[in-house]
């Protein structure tokens, strides 16, 4: 079992940044991938980003490409989320998700976190 407990999510204005972070429980995290998938109002979830167990491999859905950056530190048990030049359609909650195998899927993961709020103002 792998509890996730996401945090730093918050209102900015476009333009601006925000890192998430995902802080995950157990002995076992380095063994997982994992994910950042969004869900803004009215629509379906979206892979953002993955990374492998030991970050070897990223995967970034296009339309955040070059503007943000998925990263682990298998020490602290914690994924990140850096968001770059923010637009108000990245304005989503964003979840933290794991499971043993990466990939680029919205929903075929395990493991979810509660997700945590990010609102981007025009």
């Known amino acids: 079992q792998v509890q996730l407990d996401e945090s730093g999510g918050g209102l900015v204005q476009a333009g601006g940044s925000l890192r998430l972070s995902c802080a995950a429980s157990?002995?076992?995290?380095?063994?997982?991938?994992m994910a950042w998938v969004r869900q803004a109002p009215g629509k379906e979830r979206e892979f953002v980003a993955g990374?492998?167990?030991?970050?070897?491999?990223?995967y970034y859905t296009d339309s955040v490409k070059g503007r943000f950056t998925i990263s682990r530190d298998n020490a602290k048990n914690t994924v990140y989320l850096q968001m770059n030049r923010l637009k108000p359609e990245d304005t989503a909650v964003y979840y933290c998700?794991?499971?043993?195998?990466?990939?680029?899927?919205?929903?075929?993961?395990?493991?979810w976190g509660q997700g945590t709020q990010v609102t981007v103002s025009s």
């Open positions: 998700a794991a499971d043993q195998f990466l990939s680029n899927s919205a929903s075929n993961w395990d493991f």
């Open positions: 157990g002995r076992t995290f380095s063994s997982y991938a």
């Open positions: 990374i492998s167990e030991r970050g070897l491999r990223t």
